[in-house]
């Protein structure tokens, strides 16, 4: 199981949720991504995507404008 950190900081809807749609491709079942994005519309985005792909949003908070997303694969 591997956790990987995205820098998707500075990047417009729609390129987070396509990046992280990407990473979640490569990954195997039980591997967790941190995506942390500054882009406010990634809180509807990134939940948005995970419906589509059946991943696991297991958490997010904010801190100084950096919204981070603790995804896992299913």
Do not use: H, W, Y
């Amino acid at each position: 199981m591997t956790e990987t950190l995205m820098n998707l900081r500075g990047l417009k809807c729609p390129l987070p949720a396509l990046r992280v749609r990407k990473k979640l491709s490569s990954l195997k079942s039980g591997d967790l991504i941190v995506a942390e994005c500054t882009d406010p519309l990634t809180t509807i985005d990134i939940p948005n995507l995970l419906r589509q792909t059946g991943d696991t949003l297991e958490g997010k908070s904010e801190s100084g404008g950096v919204l981070s997303f603790r995804i896992r694969k299913t």
